[in-house]
């Protein structure tokens, strides 16, 4: 019998299909439940580098108020803001999104129609926390 043309054999004799596995980058179109999906593992990856920040600013506040000023006044600038605005937003991006994992690990949620809205939700409770917390902390004399 004929094998179809768009197989081929590894050595030892294994077929393999010379097809894609999946569709191409160019063609695929991005869907809100894969940008979710990425979004919440590059939140991930920036919580582990904040924490090694948390964990520099601990010392810093431990070495003394020379140290501690510094730090301070690197968070003061325009960049040190976006890098703990990027990290808040992480943080509550990272935390909404693992709750509507619970409830999909408890097998709720799995309707097309529900993970948009939850992950629309999301999206909108993460914005919202963060800026009740940067709001908050201003209010509070938070200020750098």
Not at 5 to 14: A, I, K, V
Not at 64 to 87: E, I, K, M
């Given at each position: 019998?004929?094998?179809?043309?768009?197989?081929?054999?590894?050595?030892?004799?294994?077929?393999?299909?010379?097809?894609?596995?999946?569709?191409?980058?160019?063609i695929y179109r991005p869907q809100?439940?894969?940008?979710?999906?990425?979004?919440?593992?590059?939140?991930?990856?920036?919580?582990?580098?904040?924490?090694?920040?948390?964990?520099?600013?601990?010392?810093?506040?431990?070495?003394?108020?020379?140290?501690?000023?510094?730090?301070?006044?690197?968070?003061?600038?325009?960049?040190?803001?976006?890098?703990?605005?990027?990290?808040?937003?992480?943080?509550?991006?990272?935390?909404?999104?693992?709750?509507?994992?619970?409830?999909?690990?408890?097998?709720?949620?799995?309707?097309?129609?529900?993970?948009?809205?939850?992950?629309?939700?999301?999206?909108?409770?993460?914005?919202?926390?963060?800026?009740?917390?940067?709001?908050?902390?201003?209010?509070?004399?938070?200020?750098?």
């Open positions: 019998m004929r094998e179809p043309d768009d197989l081929s054999t590894f050595p030892g004799g294994m077929k393999h299909s010379t097809r894609p596995l999946s569709p191409h980058l160019q809100l439940t894969s940008v979710l999906s990425i979004a919440h593992r590059g939140t991930g990856i920036l919580l582990a580098a904040g924490a090694l920040f948390l964990v520099y600013w601990l010392n810093a506040l431990a070495s003394g108020p020379d140290a501690f000023n510094f730090l301070r006044s690197l968070a003061g600038t325009w960049y040190g803001q976006g890098v703990l605005l990027g990290f808040c937003f992480s943080l509550f991006y990272h935390l909404c999104n693992g709750i509507r994992h619970l409830f999909w690990d408890a097998g709720v949620g799995f309707e097309l129609s529900t993970a948009y809205r939850s992950g629309r939700a999301v999206v909108a409770a993460s914005l919202v926390l963060t800026a009740a917390t940067w709001v908050a902390a201003a209010l509070m004399g938070g200020g750098a």
